[in-house]
């Protein structure tokens, strides 16, 4: 009798642990929503922070407080909210999970808004709502805490001869960089200077620099001294 008592508990704590497990493991409604957000790349961590915060914020007041649950304006957003649009209506999956949790959109004494009607599956839905929001805020902190601790680039220190070759390694790069454009530049100007000989019936040659300060032109030998006998 003994034996089949135990074997009775047994099989019935095991068939208990069984089904709790089952339950633990049953996937939420809104895992794939927060997923979406957190590995959207489109979205600042910042924005990301806020809107989970916020979002919690609501659905706190809205669902889980046994007294501003009750009170309708904080089952409501105001869709002209600034401060709502730039952290929760201005990301298309956040919008997702509100409709999702329940709120629907209504004219409230004219003004457009997010309603959360008094009802229990919508309560259910917001207390599932926050506890994934609660993880995800984890998620966040946690991905936040790896680019925090990333190590930061410490500047090398130098000796006074090792700068005052660092310098001159920087003055002959530039001076080499200079000279490589004046090259390309005075290239640029023979090639159109040549184009313009070639192709410009008009041309005729000007008189040199040294000409037009000296005055004179360039003369030879033979055009001083004259023929020689």
Same mark, same amino acid.
């Given at each position: 009798?003994?034996?089949?008592?135990?074997?009775?508990?047994?099989?019935?704590?095991?068939?208990?642990?069984?089904?709790?497990?089952?339950?633990?493991?049953?996937?939420?409604?809104? @895992?794939? %929503?927060?997923?979406?957000? =957190?590995? +959207?790349?489109?979205? $600042?961590? /910042?924005?990301?922070?806020?809107? *989970?915060?916020?979002?919690?914020?609501?659905?706190?007041?809205?669902?889980?407080?046994?007294?501003?649950?009750?009170?309708?304006?904080?089952?409501?957003?105001?869709?002209?909210?600034?401060?709502?649009?730039? @952290?929760? %209506?201005?990301?298309?999956? =956040?919008? +997702?999970?509100?409709? $999702?949790? /329940?709120?629907?959109?209504?004219? *409230?004494?004219?003004?457009?808004?997010?309603?959360?009607?008094?009802?229990?599956?919508?309560?259910?839905?917001?207390?599932?709502?926050?506890?994934?929001?609660?993880?995800?805020?984890?998620?966040?902190?946690?991905?936040?805490?790896?680019?925090?601790?990333?190590?930061?680039?410490?500047?090398?220190?130098?000796?006074?001869?090792?700068?005052?070759?660092?310098?001159?390694?920087?003055?002959?790069?530039?001076?080499?960089?200079?000279?490589?454009?004046?090259?390309?530049?005075?290239?640029?100007?023979?090639?159109?200077?040549?184009?313009?000989?070639?192709?410009?019936?008009?041309?005729?040659?000007?008189?040199?620099?040294?000409?037009?300060?000296?005055?004179?032109?360039?003369?030879?030998?033979?055009?001083?001294?004259?023929?020689?006998?």
């Amino acid at each position: 009798m003994a034996l089949r008592l135990g074997t009775a508990s047994t099989s019935t704590s095991t068939s208990t642990s069984t089904s709790s497990s089952t339950s633990s493991s049953t996937p939420s409604t809104f @895992r794939p %929503f927060f997923d979406r957000l =957190v590995e +959207d790349g489109r979205i $600042t961590m /910042g924005q990301k922070t806020d809107a *989970v915060k916020t979002l919690s914020l609501v659905l706190k007041n809205a669902v889980i407080d046994p007294l501003k649950s009750k009170d309708p304006k904080y089952r409501q957003l105001k869709l002209h909210n600034v401060k709502l649009q730039q @952290r929760l %209506f201005s990301i298309p999956v =956040v919008m +997702d999970i509100l409709t $999702t949790v /329940g709120f629907q959109q209504q004219t *409230v004494d004219g003004e457009a808004c997010l309603v959360l009607p008094l009802e229990k599956d919508a309560s259910t839905l917001g207390q599932e709502c926050v506890a994934e929001l609660a993880m995800t805020q984890q998620r966040l902190a946690f991905i936040a805490g790896d680019t925090s601790n990333a190590k930061p680039v410490v500047p090398e220190k130098l000796s006074e001869k090792q700068k005052a070759r660092k310098l001159l390694e920087e003055k002959e790069k530039l001076e080499k960089t200079k000279a490589k454009e004046n090259r390309k530049r005075n290239l640029a100007l023979l090639k159109a200077d040549k184009h313009t000989r070639e192709n410009d019936p008009n041309w005729k040659p000007g008189v040199s620099a040294a000409c037009a300060k000296s005055g004179t032109g360039i003369s030879t030998f033979r055009d001083k001294y004259g023929e020689g006998e």
